[in-house]
């Protein structure tokens, strides 16, 4: 509960910045900062069932490679 907690206020606050500085009111970057919460649920489930190495690359290559540069194009495009 305090991940959703914690994830929810950042997300709305992130949304009111961009709101506020772009004029973009789309909710994807929130959708975006919301859908963290499963999504580390799910590596923590296969923590044990697949190799420590898989789960870090499936972070890294899912979130950070792909997923970030995505969220800012559907959140400004």
Same mark, same amino acid.
């Given at each position: 509960? +305090?991940? $959703?907690?914690? *994830? &929810?206020?950042? +997300? &709305?606050?992130?949304? @009111?910045?961009?709101?506020?500085? *772009?004029? #973009?009111?789309? $909710?994807?970057? $929130? &959708?975006? /900062? ?5 999504? /580390?649920?799910?590596?923590? /489930?296969?923590?044990?069932? #697949? ?7 499936? $972070?890294? *290559?899912? @979130? ?8 800012? &194009?559907?959140? @400004? @495009?």
């Amino acid at each position: 509960m +305090a991940k $959703f907690l914690t *994830f &929810l206020f950042s +997300a &709305l606050a992130h949304e @009111y910045c961009v709101v506020g500085i *772009f004029r #973009v009111n789309n $909710f994807m970057g $929130f &959708l975006l /900062m919301i859908v963290n919460v499963p999504a /580390m649920q799910i590596q923590n /489930m296969l923590k044990g069932v #697949v190799p420590k190495n898989v789960n870090n690359l499936v $972070f890294w *290559f899912g @979130y950070v490679c792909t997923g970030q540069p995505f969220g800012i &194009l559907l959140c @400004y @495009y």
